[in-house]
């Protein structure tokens, strides 16, 4: 295990599954964890499992919706897609998650 | 929310199980895909399937995240509560039971008084349906400023209500009046009697518009209705009826075929067109049941007057009812109906200014007048609302006894909950759940109890529709789970205050139970309680008892008929001509073959003071002559002793030929005897100081009459009365019948009809009558207060009962190491004797206070001092109520002194 890894920002989770289901369309909760993991380069310390949690608040939400199907290994799962809902609340949270990180960058770049 | 979020969310609840299944199914998918991935990367399969689940996470706490994630733990933990509330009440049904029956009794009485009232308020009048289109339209009269009355409308005004087609869609106007039935020879009676031709009955009669019956929304259950005639039609009227249901169902015997056959009204024969629903009485309540509708325009033939009323608008002696176009609410009405009612008092007097109004409002039983806009009786209310809160208060401390009973009997449960970590909030929240839930059992329960004793009885109040209606659902739910909540919480947090080693110490039998001293202070407050809430309905038994005292039964009451005209000016003003109307009548009445006599009673029933005239006082008597003495005055017509079977004792009566008999009184035999002694009070003087000019002055006893030796009780047989004759001619006629009152009825309102038929006819009862239902009125309001005296009493022996018996049951090791150690039986029911003892004494001291408030508060809505009966009566309720706690602490305290000593040190 590598120190370097980080923990997912907290209430990043969300947003990066969006981001995930908004880049590559349908996916199954394991490949979602992969797909993150890889993305992060393994430098993410991500329990995998942590992910269904979320993606049940995502649902109740109505921004994802889902779909049995079958899995690349020929294992009955659930599908998640992004629904229009969804699409709308990524838009809107990549926006806060710019503007947030806007922010902290010009104090950081602040010099005396 | 939006819809589709809270269809997720409804799922999530209903279909908990298939959504974990799922999650399951879906997390074991993953860990394969994830085992298969480190396999192929040249792990062992025992490697492989390590590094997956390390790489998954905790699997249950991610189960416990998802399940937060739904968002629907709260609801849930609410649900697994009440299950677990039903499987431990089903436990013990029978405790369950004896708790609900005893909560159910404290909010059924709540449930009762609300739907009472509820259906007083907001039910439409018996025999229709509650209709949201149905107004009322009401005559108000404010001449007097801060007072209201009602007021009847002319036929030329309801004409201009009715011709507001924007507002109503109908007005109906109709006006009732005494009237004498003759069914014939139909009657059911009449064929029993010997097929006699006439059959007369006294009813009342409503001259309806033709759009009477379609506007209320009631059809004849047979026949079809009133024809649809203009009242102001000029050609000679139908004469043609609807009879109400009663009238069908004793005079008709309920033929199928009534109509079209006749009967007749003040004499004239009408033809049946209609039968009205059973309970429909028209949308007054009140008055004869025995009535019969008719077309407006039959009233001035039918009641002998002139069809003048049609035209004037100053004969107002129409109610109104309106129906409402859809779409119009009954406020948008009003400033049209203002401005048509003032232009009828222009119309009616236009010299004066009337403050004539009008109002529309949704028409219920009980508002057939507006509100007088007098100031409610604040202390009368407050002394009303006493009971039934006193009543709650009582159920309520009884109940919460019982459940705090519960929650100490599973303190050893509730220990090893919270030692194995349950939450306090969490258990106080499960005991609560199970109070409310019980209380919500019991409000159904006392609801239920309710509609069956209305079922049962609900023919036997003529006057108003009692309904159980979703505010009496809404009210007594709403009650039941507050009660639940609010009594169950204090038991619940007592019990989860405990420290486990306690209870644990407690088990192993080394320390005796720790006394629950909330248990004590509910027994304490609910003796207290009791006292003043059976003393409230002592006072009013007593003041009952009081009042039949003085309702002697009686002789001549069956011979004696009470007959009352309206003489109110609004139907004539009392001059020469209504002079000899009623001269007229007098004579008619008194020439009835059965008739003896008849006097004309005068209502002057006031109270005032007298001083007896200083060479008349003599020793012997028992009062202070120098003080001014209270005396009830009455007026006595000549002929009126004689008539009421009042014994004349000593002296005379008063000189008929004299137009008065000036100065003359006659005076009680109890006066006589307290103020004269043995002497003879004839010739004696007093002077009085009395508002009314006619008792003032100089006044000398003639006679001396014993009212307690009367046939009859002429009202009040009271003791301090003095008797001024009276020649003056009024509306209330007493008659005396030679053999039973009851079947000359018929005969005087026929009579009344054929001679003064413009008087109205207020009412012809027999004394017999007014006394019997007097005195049932009487006995029912004191059963009504000696039930919920008793109830109190019974509700708060099972509380002490219930007390004794869980310190008892807690006691029971203890008690058997004792009667192992040899502690006779006579000891161990002395300790739970005088424990019953203190909680009563306490409860006693503060009962007696409250009881003391009471008495004040009794007195203050009377107007009077207090009085000793009362304190005599709060003394001994406190004995009773002392007693019967004792006896609920004696008989747990007996099965204590029975326990066998080998089977307590048995148990645990």
Redesign the interface.
Known sequence: MSTEKTEVPYGTLDLVILKTLDTMGAM???SI?RRIEQVADNLLRL????I???L??L????WIRTEWGI?E?N????FYSLTAAGTRQLRVEVANWERATALVAKFLEAKS | V?P??LR??LR?LFFRRRLER??Q???S??L???T?RWLALGLTPEEARRAARR?????HA?EE??R????TRGIESVIADLRFAIRFFGRQPFSTLTMIAVFALGIGVNSAIFVFVNSLVNSPPPGMSRQDSLVRIRGIDQRRPGYTIGREFSYPEYREYASQQGLFSAVAAWTSADVVLDVGTHGLHAAQAGNSEENLHSGAATYVTANYFQVLGVRPILGAGLPAVAPDDAAAPPLVAVISYIVWDQYFGAAPDVVGRTLKVNGYPVTIVGVAPRRFNGARTGGSQVRVWLPLSARPQLQRTTASFLRDYDTAILGLVGRLHSGIEANQTIPTVQAIASRAAQQAAPDRSYALSTDVVALVADNYFPPSGEAPDMVGRATSLLIPVLIVLITCTNVSTLLAGLAVARRREIAVRLSLGAGRRRIVRQLVTESAMLAFAAGALGLFVIWMLLRIFDSSIPDMEIVVDWRALAFTSGFAVATGIVFGLSPALHATRLALSDVLKNAAGSVVAQRSRLQSGLVVAQIALTQPALLGMGALILEMVADLGQLPASGLADRILDVRFNTNPRYGAMDQNREDTLRRLQTRFAALPEVVGVVAQENSDDYFHVLVHPADRVAGGDVDFDTNLPVRAKAAPPGYFSLMGIPIVRGRDFDATLDTDHGAVVIGADLARRLWGTADPIGRRFSSASPNQRNAGRLTVVGVVDETKAGTSGGNGGDDRIFFPSVRLTGHLLIRTLGPAEPVIPAIRSAANTEAPELPLLGVTTLAATEASRRRSTVRVMTAAGGSGALALFLSAIGTYAVVSFAVGQRVREIGLRTALGADRQQVVRLFLFRGLRLSLVGLGLGLTLSLVVVRLLAVARGQDVQAGTVGLAALIACVVTGVALAASWIPARRAAYIDPLDALRTE
């Not at chain 1, 329990?47 to 942590?50: D, E, P, V």
């Not at chain 1, 294992?75 to 659930?78: A, I, P």
Request: proline share 2%.
């Open positions: 199954h909760g394991y964890a329990s995998q499992g942590s269904y949690p979320a049940i608040r649902e109740q939400r109505g899995s290994t294992r009955r799962v659930k | 939006t589709g979020r997720l969310w999530s799922e999650l199914e879906e997390m998918a993953h394969a895909a994830s298969e790489e998954f996470g905790n699997r991610i995240d998802a937060d994630a739904r968002g």
